[in-house]
């Protein structure tokens, strides 16, 4: 399995960590569901960080089978629909940079 990561590296603008969390699930989760191939969607929001590690209100994951289908997703349609989404919300509400890792995941349930 191949597991791309989007990590939010930044704030979140003072007294709207709850508006930003809804924001990202109301208006760009459904975007980021929608990537063909995608086996998974795993949003995760910043609950506490190390003393001096860097801020990552949010981490998204998606998974998929391959690379050939991370590479067709990155190349749908799907793709322009969720930057729209994600920068909209981005712009109300967070400060900061994205960067993506694409990482083979060997998951373990216990």
Not at 27 to 48: D, H, M, N, Q
Not at 60 to 78: M, N, Q, R, W
């Amino acid at each position: 399995m191949i597991t791309r990561y989007a990590l939010f590296e930044g704030t979140v603008a003072p007294g709207q960590e709850a508006a930003f969390r809804a924001a990202i699930l109301a208006e760009v989760l459904p975007t980021w569901k929608a990537f063909p191939g995608a086996t998974a969607v795993r949003v995760s929001f910043a609950e506490a960080r190390d003393d001096g590690a860097p801020e990552f209100p949010l981490i998204l994951a998606i998974s998929y089978p391959d690379l050939a289908a991370v590479e067709a997703a990155l190349a749908s349609p799907a793709r322009a629909a969720s930057r729209a989404a994600t920068t909209a919300v981005l712009e109300r509400f967070f400060t900061g940079r994205i960067h993506h890792h694409v990482m083979t995941a060997h998951d373990t349930v216990l």
